[in-house]
């Protein structure tokens, strides 16, 4: 499903302040697998989630998702690639202020330019799925931590990706907002979704539904 | 070289400049990429070609598109001096003004037609994930370069060689019967129209049944001879004059510049009646659009000039 | 329909090749010089069927119309007096050649050198020499005609064209 082999990836090259964030990354995630990324800060995670949704393109190596080696892709494939594979929760969200709930949901429709009917279908499906149906007329900027990061995972859902990527989905949420989060996290394995999560929180230590961990440290998996 | 001091040509050779110099520059990237690409690498040098390839072609697109504008400004500059000419009443006595004017019209008309040829390369390889034709379109693009600067050359030659002293040919002289344009192959009018319209409908019957390599012959015909038919016929109805034989003054104001819409759905007739083929050779592939295009342009331009001579005998009851 | 596309194009295709045979037997004829006219006449000038020897434009219109008789009797058409006098220009037989113009008020054939000139007519290359039989003021000479065409001093250059009609 997610194939990473001797990826390599470095900003500002030969520049000044040229920096590798990923030495050599080899790994295999399978259909389905919950997989955890740990690691401190700029230790890579980020980095190589980036590169996973195909808004990075590595400096060498080779990603292969769902058959595709999506490095290679040019950029209007790679943008098709990702809205209708991945789906991404931000650390720190990405939702638009102004909007409610529902809007944001339905953003990553807009490009399919879709019927307005099928588009509610889409987003009424998500918002259930994310438990925050409830609130989907409510402006984003009145909405607590954990309804934002459940908007959040909605619009990653909206598209019905394969891969939910994760990037500290419970750093900016308190103790009972990240249970609540694990519980969503919980139904979308037991839905199908394969789940990659880049994390420090300790709260994965201890969640029965990881089938992996994986260490990163200056760049490298240990 | 008081030709130099007229705003169109400033205009025209600066434009021609720029564009020229950005071509160059697309042109050494092309020859670095299409050395060292190997799409299947997975090196640090082959995603920067990938990266760089995309600006190279984003480069590219826009100057011939540029190109393509520059041509219809290039006759609407020779027009507008024509004023400066002794003799020359519009583009065709400026054109004929020196050695260089013919070839330098013809190689543009030809470039026009690589130019999309080449944009339509550009755009199947993009589609395609795995850039297919991207080697293809390259050497393409190299080979177009070198036309380029054939024609870069032959514009200044061409503009530094105009006199506005010596007197030259005005259109009845070049199109007229005893001019060194009268109708070829001595064909008279009703024959050459005869020869026009079925020309015509074998563009049509061609691109039903898709024969690409017929189709680029007589697609190649139908423009000669469409040309001279509007020359030597259409044009006459256009200008309401049985003496004025002339392709160039029917893009003058005079005549709500129906020559730019007349010559620009024939050169996109003829231009999508050529392409299958020239696909089907670069890269095997045939587009049943471009087929269908064909039968729209060359039916518009054909109904166009039609109706030039039907609304003047409505009007008149008479033939000129 | 499957068979009877590829006959009719293959029909028309035949059709264009023998349309094209047959033109190639034709012959097209212009005049551009008459040979014979040992008595130096004007010859009537047949419009559409005859060509300036300068610019090489059909002559449709005689109101403006020149022509040139060599001492052999060859004679050379013109549209406008301004192109016989181009063309005449280095001629071996520049001096001897009887020239003759079609005068615009009388509408006959004149002798050139004899006729005066107006110097703003709007003649078929816009030099602007139109001939006249009877002289009025601001006509101008043969002699003087020739001069001025020569050195350029004609409507066709666009100042001298501004300052002749006060534009």
């Not at chain 1, 919950?34 to 995670?45: D, E, P, T, W």
């Not at chain 1, 939702?95 to 809007?103: A, D, G, Q, Y």
Request: proline residues 3%.
């Amino acid at each position: 499903m997610i194939e990473l082999k001797n990826i390599y990836k470095t900003f500002n090259q030969n520049g000044t302040h040229e920096f590798t964030a990923l030495k050599d990354i080899s790994l295999k995630i399978e259909e389905n697998e919950l997989v955890i990324i740990k690691g401190v800060s700029g230790s890579g995670k980020s980095t190589l989630l980036a590169i996973i949704a195909s808004l990075l393109k590595p400096t060498s190596g080779e990603i292969t998702v769902e058959s595709k080696k999506i490095a290679k892709l040019p950029d209007l494939h790679a943008s098709d690639f990702r809205a209708s594979v991945i789906g991404f929760i931000f650390q720190s969200f990405n939702l638009f202020e102004h909007l409610s709930v529902k809007e944001n949901v339905s953003v990553p429709l807009v490009p399919l330019k879709l019927k307005q009917k099928s588009i509610d279908e889409k987003v009424k499906k998500a918002l259930l799925l994310a438990n925050i149906s409830h609130k989907e007329n409510s402006t984003v900027k009145n909405l607590s931590g954990g309804e934002k990061q459940r908007t959040a995972i909605a619009r990653a859902l909206v598209n019905n990706p394969k891969i939910i990527l994760c990037d500290e989905p419970t750093a900016n949420l308190d103790q009972e907002n990240s249970k609540a989060f694990l519980k969503v996290v919980t139904k979308l394995k037991e839905k199908g979704f394969t789940i990659v999560i880049a994390t420090h929180d300790t709260i994965f230590d201890s969640y029965d539904q990881v089938d992996r961990i994986i260490n990163m440290q200056n760049a490298k998996i240990v | 070289m008081d030709i130099f001091l007229s705003n169109q040509v400033q205009i025209f050779l600066f434009s021609e400049s720029i564009i020229y110099l950005i071509s160059l520059i697309a042109f050494i990237a092309s020859i670095v990429i299409v050395k060292e690409w190997n799409f299947n690498s997975t090196s640090p040098k082959q995603y920067k070609l990938e990266k760089r390839s995309f600006l190279i072609m984003t480069i590219i697109v826009l100057t011939l598109w540029i190109k393509i504008a520059l041509l219809a400004y290039f006759v609407y500059t020779i027009d507008s001096i024509s004023v400066l000419i002794p003799g020359a009443m519009c583009a065709a006595g400026v054109i004929s003004a020196n050695q260089y004017g013919n070839p330098l019209l013809f190689l543009k008309i030809a470039l026009l037609f690589l130019t999309g040829i080449w944009l339509i390369l550009n755009s199947l390889d993009q589609k395609a994930e795995d850039y297919p034709y991207f080697k293809t379109k390259l050497w393409f693009y190299i080979a177009v370069f070198l036309l380029l600067s054939a024609e870069f050359y032959l514009d200044f030659a061409y503009f530094s060689h105009i006199s506005t002293d010596d007197t030259v040919q005005c259109c009845s002289a070049i199109f007229g019967l005893s001019g060194d344009n009268h109708i070829p192959l001595n064909l008279n009018v009703l024959t050459l129209l005869a020869i026009f319209y079925i020309l015509y409908i074998l563009t049509v019957l061609l691109s039903i049944q898709r024969y690409p390599f017929t189709l680029f012959v007589i697609s190649l015909l139908f423009l000669y001879f469409a040309y001279q038919s509007v020359v030597h016929f259409f044009g006459t109805y256009i200008y309401e004059l049985p003496s004025h034989k002339c392709p160039f003054c029917m893009l003058q104001k005079e005549y709500g510049f129906v020559g730019y819409f007349l010559w620009g759905t024939l050169f996109l007739g003829v231009f999508f009646g050529i392409s299958n083929f020239i696909l089907k050779i670069l890269i095997s592939y045939e587009d049943k659009r471009l087929y269908r295009f064909t039968i729209i342009f060359n039916t518009i331009f054909v109904i166009l000039c039609t109706l030039y001579v039907l609304i003047y005998y409505i009007r008149n009851g008479v033939w000129l | 329909m499957k068979k009877f596309l590829p006959l009719l194009t293959i029909l028309l295709i035949a059709a264009i090749v023998a349309i094209v045979f047959i033109s190639l037997s034709k012959k097209e004829k212009m005049i551009t010089i008459q040979k014979g006219n040992i008595q130096k006449l004007p010859l009537k000038i047949e419009k559409g069927h005859v060509n300036d020897t300068e610019c090489k434009m059909i002559i449709t219109d005689t109101t403006y119309a020149a022509e040139a008789v060599a001492p052999n009797g060859d004679t050379w058409f013109f549209d406008d007096p301004g192109c016989m006098i181009k063309w005449l220009k280095g001629k071996p037989f520049e001096k001897e050649a009887k020239l003759w113009v079609k005068a615009v008020d009388t509408k006959k054939w004149i002798d050139a050198k004899k006729a005066w000139y107006s110097l703003t007519d709007p003649t078929p290359m816009h030099y602007g020499f139109g001939a006249r039989e009877v002289k009025k003021d601001g006509y101008i000479n043969f002699e003087e005609m020739r001069l001025k065409m020569l050195r350029g001093e004609n409507m066709s250059d666009p100042r001298i064209r501004k300052r002749l009609l006060g534009l």
